[in-house]
């Protein structure tokens, strides 16, 4: 079946240490996106990437990293650098033509990340 | 820029009875519009999508969506509402290279 596979669905983390969220899609979406997700705030754009070797910082980059390398594999580093790190990140692909976001985006079942 | 309002962050509704769930936008083009719903813990899934064309939208689970452009708003209803409709409800609005979403409105469903 196709689709988006997040890896692993629960993270622990220490403090100052930097740790790698996986997203796989084999759905032959060029875009793919990082989502962070907060109570009451709704899901903010970390980093997207349209093609590979290429991608954007969204609104909420500082402190996170990312890579794409390929076209099914889009994973995103957090680093010690991020503040407040502890939250759901949501990955999602979709195809847009030219960038337009008028395709449905499909979503990962997400990596709920809690630093201790 | 693009933006999504939610004015309603928890709506609760007996079993059986209408749902509206309200969405204002913000966007200087025809804007896309979408609706998506998310279970605890989980993904979301789309519900119904606006590109253009008829302005009632129909979706899965029975929801529907109207966009009105002279309100800027593209509000989420059902008819009647089922226990397993509870969940976090989100709008969102696709510009260029993203989507924009909303905070989301939980809906708690009592019998």
């Known amino acids: 079946d196709g689709g988006i596979t997040q890896s692993p669905k629960y993270l622990f983390r220490k403090e100052g240490q930097n740790v790698t969220l996986s997203c796989e899609q084999n759905l032959n979406h060029d875009a793919m996106y990082w989502y962070r997700q907060d109570p009451g705030q709704g899901l903010r754009l970390i980093y997207y990437s349209q093609i590979v070797n290429d991608f954007q910082k969204g609104d909420i980059a500082e402190g996170y990293s990312v890579s794409r390398e390929k076209k099914e594999s889009f994973p995103l580093t957090v680093t010690s650098a991020q503040k407040n790190p502890t939250a759901f990140y949501l990955c999602?692909?979709?195809?847009?033509?030219?960038?337009?976001?008028?395709?449905?985006?499909?979503f990962g079942q997400g990596t709920r990340l809690t630093v201790v | 820029a693009q933006s999504v309002t939610q004015p309603d962050i928890h709506i609760t509704v007996s079993e059986g009875a209408s749902l509206e769930l309200r969405c204002n936008y913000s966007y200087g083009a025809t804007p896309y519009l979408f609706w998506y719903v998310q279970s605890p813990g989980q993904g979301l899934q789309l519900l119904l999508k606006y590109f253009s064309g008829d302005t009632l939208v129909q979706g899965i689970k029975g929801f529907e969506a109207e966009f009105k452009r002279s309100q800027s708003s593209f509000n989420l209803r059902k008819p009647s509402v089922h226990w397993s409709d509870a969940a976090e409800y989100f709008c969102?609005?696709?510009?260029?290279?993203?989507?924009?979403f909303g905070a989301g409105t939980i809906l708690r469903v009592k019998s």
């Open positions: 969102a609005v696709g510009g260029r290279n993203k989507l924009v």
């Open positions: 999602a692909s979709s195809m847009t033509p030219g960038g337009a976001m008028n395709t449905e985006a499909f």
